[in-house]
């Protein structure tokens, strides 16, 4: 839990390992029955939610655009509530944050390029081992330096 993704899951006798078992079988399940590229977040929000004892009847999009972007982190945007905060958005829908953080990216389109170019000599030694394509790599670099534009608060 060093990272924070699943905060939320409540604690069964004092352990948290059968939910994090629970979580992790949703999770495939869901990968097995949505291959689709454009994951459902929301879809998978309800799924995990549904489960006795997971997350408290939460809604979690959070926690469930946290685990789908580990696994397509070209389609999938975290969803966090500082980044919420810097869009101005105050629902839980997460379709609708992703269209908003995509006009933030196309709005600062020429700062991401500007700063993921300034970077080149530390990304390109962190790349060598990377199984995407060059196409899929620069789409993955913007979006986690978009997601950490929108956690800083950067506006203008």
Same mark, same amino acid.
Request: aromatic content about 10%.
């Given at each position: 839990?060093?990272?924070?993704?699943?905060?939320?899951?409540?604690?069964?006798?004092?352990?948290?390992?059968?939910?994090?078992?629970?979580?992790?079988?949703?999770?495939?399940?869901?990968?097995?029955?949505?291959?689709?590229?454009?994951?459902?977040?929301?879809?998978?929000?309800?799924?995990?939610?549904?489960?006795?004892?997971?997350?408290?009847?939460?809604?979690?999009?959070?926690?469930?655009?946290?685990?789908?972007?580990?696994?397509?982190?070209?389609?999938?945007?975290?969803?966090?509530?500082?980044?919420?905060?810097?869009?101005?958005?105050?629902d839980t829908d997460y379709n609708i944050y992703k269209s908003k953080v995509d006009? !933030?990216?196309?709005?600062?389109? %020429?700062? +991401? @390029? *500007?700063?993921?170019?300034?970077? &080149?000599?530390?990304?390109?030694?962190?790349?060598?081992?990377?199984? !995407?394509?060059?196409?899929?790599? %620069?789409? +993955? @670099? *913007?979006?986690?330096?978009?997601? &950490?534009?929108?956690?800083?608060?950067?506006?203008?």
């Amino acid at each position: 839990n060093n990272y924070r993704i699943a905060r939320r899951i409540k604690k069964i006798n004092d352990s948290t390992l059968i939910n994090v078992f629970k979580l992790y079988i949703a999770t495939k399940n869901w990968l097995q029955e949505n291959t689709d590229n454009e994951r459902d977040v929301m879809g998978f929000v309800n799924k995990i939610s549904n489960i006795k004892n997971l997350t408290n009847g939460i809604n979690e999009v959070s926690l469930a655009s946290k685990i789908l972007f580990l696994n397509n982190p070209i389609k999938i945007y975290p969803y966090d509530s500082i980044a919420k905060k810097t869009l101005g958005y105050k629902d839980t829908d997460y379709n609708i944050y992703k269209s908003k953080v995509d006009e !933030y990216k196309k709005n600062h389109k %020429e700062d +991401i @390029k *500007e700063i993921i170019n300034n970077l &080149k000599n530390c990304t390109d030694l962190m790349e060598l081992d990377i199984s !995407y394509n060059s196409e899929e790599l %620069e789409i +993955i @670099k *913007e979006n986690r330096f978009v997601d &950490k534009m929108l956690w800083s608060g950067w506006i203008d």
